[in-house]
Every structure is written in C-alpha cells, then in structure tokens.
DNA sequence: CAGACGCTATGATTGCAATCATAATCGTGG
DNA sequence: CCACGATTATGATTGCAATCATAGCGTCTG
C-alpha cells in the first residue's frame, strides 16, 4: 500500500542514473521536456503545480521507495515542479527505455497498471477519511483502515507527528484524540501499537455511517 | 480529468451488460469473486469498505461517466462494496474478457495506465487541495487548479453545491468564500464563470506558498 | 399556472480543531 | 555524557467553518 515503486524494480536491465540533490534544488521543473521517471531512494520530493500568479499547489510528497513523475510516461513536458524537501537521493530510468519495454511486455505494462490502480484505491481512501470530521472520528477510521493484517492491531511504523499529516490534523489534535478514544476504551496503545477491542458483538446500525 | 471510462470506451467489442440498480442495493458485494469493472451510466455508485465491527468507511463515489473497480482487473475478490446512492444504471464488462484484450493488447493496456495516472494525479491534487484549512484559499486553490485552459476564467458544469462537496466544505461556506473573494477583487463572477483577474505583475514571493 | 424542488445567498450561533505555550521523555550525535 | 532535536503529551484560548434558519430565484412538471 505505502511502496508504489514494485514495478519499477521490476524493471530491469535499464540504464539507471544515482542523483543527490539538496534540499531546496529540483529534480524537474513544470514544463521541461520529460526525459525520466523518478523513484526516491533516500529523502522526500514534492511536487508542487505552479500558478500563473506565482503561486503553487502541492499535489504529492514522495518518500523514500516511492516512484513519481509516472504521468510523465504519457506526457511530453512535466506539469509540476519535484523539488527536494531535504537532502534526497533519487533513481532517474529514462522514459524511452521504460516506454520501450513496456510496449514489449504487456506484463510489465500490467504491472504498471496494478501499482497505478492500488495508488488510486489508497489516495481514494485518504481523500474519503478527510471528510469525517471529527478528529476522533478520523483518527479511528484510519486506526480502522490500518488494521487490515492483524484484524485488531495496529503497529506504526512511524511517529504519530507523520500519521498526523497524512491524516491532514495537527498531531496535538491526534494525541488528543488519541487519548480520549483510550480513555473512553474504545482503544488501548502500547508502546508503537494500537488495538482495537471492537466491543464482541457490536451491531453495525447503532454506530453511525462514516460517509461522506 | 474528469472522466476516468476514456479507456474504456476505447474498449470495443466485448461483451457488455447493461444493469439498473435501485437505490441502496448492491451491483457487488466485498469479498465476492470479481466477475467485471464496470462503468456508470446514470446515477451514482458509493464504494465502502466494511469493517470487522460493523462500521463502514466510504473509498470511492463512482458519478456517470466513470469506471469503477478497475483494480478487480488485479484481483480475485472484491475488497469492497460497490452500493447504488441513488437509482443508477451501470455497464459490466467481464474481466476476463478486459484482461484478455488487455494481455494482447499493450496499447490498450497503455491507455488503461494512462488513464490510472491522470486518476492519480487528478485525486492528488484533491487531496493536497484540503491541505489548505481556510475556506477561501482553497476556493481560491480550486479555481486556479480548474483554470487550466483559458487561464484566468472558469466555466462551470455543475452547480456549486457539487463543487462545495468536491472541495469537502459545506455550499454555505463556499458561497461565503465566494462572495468574500468577489468583494476584495480577487474574482469576478458572470452567470456560472469566474474570472481571476491575477493582478499583473504579482511576484510569487509575497504570497505564501499553499503547502502541507 | 401553481407547486415543488434545487440552487444561490446570507444571518446568527456554536462546536471544535488550530494555535500558542509548556514540559517530560527519548534518542542521537558530538 | 551532555546537549539538542524530535516525539509525546496536555492546557488555555481563539478563529473559523459547520450548523441551523430563512428567503429569493430559477426551472421543471403536472
């Protein structure tokens, strides 16, 4: 769900070119020539639109193990800027080789379109959790979509200031919520884990719908 | 952008099945085999995962003119419940005969990967879009992003109402940010347009960037 | 034409998350 | 080891969007 870089690893036998960049410098600006596509290797990259007044949109923060720029697969010029956040280190795999073996190899191809289709299902479900809201509400929605492997158990693999973010509230208001949910028992936290008792036998109609 | 079935249009000559879903009923059910993707034709499909305790958290609301469940192509099951809001009129496509068209097909499976990047980038940039919490920047936010084309002029195809959501605020709130925009100058509106003037030589630096 | 309904619009009030402030704890590197 | 920064808290206050209410208007329909 978190790596969207799968099929780019998948992608052998390309020429591949190590970048460092320093916080504040760009891997790309808006409206060059597209000549790669991009995985994160170490550090953060954001891609920013900039507006015909100067001012600028963020539409995505790749991390480390992600792949950006994919668009630029089926584009001749980049629509944003990647500027590095920090200090990162990227893997630029230029576009005509990757078109190339991906016009060979329809496997690749699918590969491609199964990262793309669980990007859009994850991003999707991002943007429905920002419509609960109520910071306790969401909190426990995402608690919820995390616990997808151990049905009643969460663990972090990151600090609560990062979920925070993702989750689009400050991180007082997630202690906060995270502090009343336990307090009323509806969670319980140990150390960088979270269970979810999920009271035995709770009906589905007494707890309201998070819809949008 | 707004369309997301592009694809699927270009998908001819495969089996089609028309189907009309009342209000509240199910075209498929989380956990059932996947059988197709569908597109809809008419109405509204709301996507939602259910939880272990009953609860349920919206992931996706497919409108007229888009596809849904294009990641079944990728799976066995259904890892959600597509539900009709309203009585809604929806085109089933067998998997297996998309993925076959798509396995001898790699233009097609281009264009499918496509399409699943503009749907990235497109439900990306929503999302950054609630990153800004003031209702008037991110009215503001919204109608730069849509001034795509003609740069300083938005027509609108659907009413506020629809946007207000979109943008995940309430239509009184969007109406008030609207009206407080016109009132400073900072748009204009004619019947269902909005100018943006973007005061001539406006440097991008006095005015503070829009980020996470 | 009357009535219903949805869209546009604005006023008053309230709830709640952001913000500002402060502090304990933990981990890390110099 | 100690200093510094990040993380985890929690308290007080405030700003602002949600909510509730009301109304004019447009358009569709019987």
């Known amino acids: 769900m978190r790596q969207s870089a799968g099929w780019i690893e ?26 790669a596509v991009y ?16 001012s600028a949109i963020v539409l995505h923060v790749a991390r480390a193990g992600e792949a950006f720029a994919e668009a630029a697969l089926f584009a001749d010029h980049y629509h944003c800027d990647a500027l590095a956040d920090t200090d990162t280190e990227v893997e630029a795999i230029p576009k005509a080789d ?3 073996r991906l016009e060979a190899d329809p496997g690749l191809c699918l590969d491609l379109a199964r990262a793309l289709a669980a990007q859009v299902r994850d991003v999707r479900a991002r943007l429905e ?21 151990v049905p009643g158990e969460v663990e972090l693999d990151r600090p609560w200031t990062a979920v925070a973010a993702e989750m689009g509230l400050t991180h007082e208001s997630v202690y906060r919520a995270l502090a009343s949910l336990e307090s009323q028992g509806t969670i319980r936290r140990k150390r960088n884990r979270v269970y979810l008792p999920g009271r035995a036998g709770a009906p589905s109609r007494d707890r309201p719908t998070l819809s949008i």
Chains 1, 2 share one sequence.
Do not use: C, M, P, Y
């Open 98 to 100: 990757v078109r190339a």
């Open 39 to 54: 995985a994160v290797k170490r550090g953060r990259v954001r891609l920013t639109r900039r507006l015909e007044d100067g």
């Open 10 to 35: 998948a992608l052998t036998g390309t020429n591949r070119t190590r970048l460092s960049v320093r916080a504040g410098e760009a891997v790309f600006l808006q409206g060059a020539a597209v000549t």
């Open 129 to 149: 959790l920002r419509n609960i809201r109520s910071a306790r509400e969401r909190v426990l929605a995402w608690l919820r979509l995390q616990a997808g492997r």
